[in-house]
C-alpha cells in the first residue's frame, strides 16, 4: 500500500473502532475528515468508493450488491429514508444499508465531508439530500 491508502485505511479502521452503534455516521464521517478525505463518492450496486483526499484518490473495491444484468428500481425516496433511518438506529450492517438503498433505486451517493452532506442519487436523476450532525472526536 502507499501512504495515502494506508492513511485512509488506518483512518477507517480507527473510525470503525469508535463508532457507537446507534448514530455511528458521524463519528466516522469525523475520523475520515480529520484524515484528510474531502469527500467520498459510492457507485452502487458496484459498491465502488472513490475517496478525494488533500494529497491525492484512493479507490476502495467492496463486493458489489449484483453480478450480471439487472433492471435498475425507480428511485424511492421514503424506502431509502427507511434504510437510513434503520442504518442510524443501529438495526442494519453497513453491507444490510447498502442493498436497501440499492433496492430503493439508489445508483449512488457523494459525501462532503467538510460540509456534512450526503446526497443520494437515482438513475433519472432523482436525489435525497440529508445533513449529519458535527461532532468532536480524539484522534490519536
Known amino acids: ?7 485512509l ?15 455511528g455516521f458521524p463519528i466516522l ?21 472513490v475517496y478525494r483526499m488533500k494529497e491525492g484518490s484512493v479507490v476502495q473495491q467492496g463486493t458489489p450488491l449484483v453480478t450480471g444484468v439487472f433492471e435498475i428500481g425507480n ?17 442494519s450492517s453497513f453491507p444490510e444499508f447498502l442493498k436497501a438503498a440499492w433496492e430503493a433505486g439508489v445508483i449512488g451517493y457523494d459525501v ?6 450526503v446526497v443520494y442519487y437515482g438513475v433519472k436523476g432523482d ?10 472526536v480524539e484522534t490519536p
Open 1 to 7: 500500500m502507499t501512504n495515502l491508502t494506508t492513511k
Open 9 to 23: 485505511t488506518e483512518a477507517q479502521k480507527f473510525g470503525m473502532s469508535i463508532r457507537p452503534k446507534v448514530g
Open 29 to 49: 464521517a469525523e475520523v475520515l475528515r480529520s484524515a484528510g478525505v474531502q469527500s467520498n463518492r459510492w457507485s452502487l450496486p458496484s459498491c465502488q468508493a
Open 75 to 91: 428511485f424511492d425516496r421514503d424506502a431509502l429514508i427507511t434504510a437510513l433511518r434503520t442504518d442510524q438506529e443501529g438495526r
Open 112 to 117: 462532503d465531508f467538510e460540509t456534512r452532506k
Open 127 to 136: 436525489s435525497y439530500l440529508e445533513e449529519y450532525p458535527a461532532v468532536k
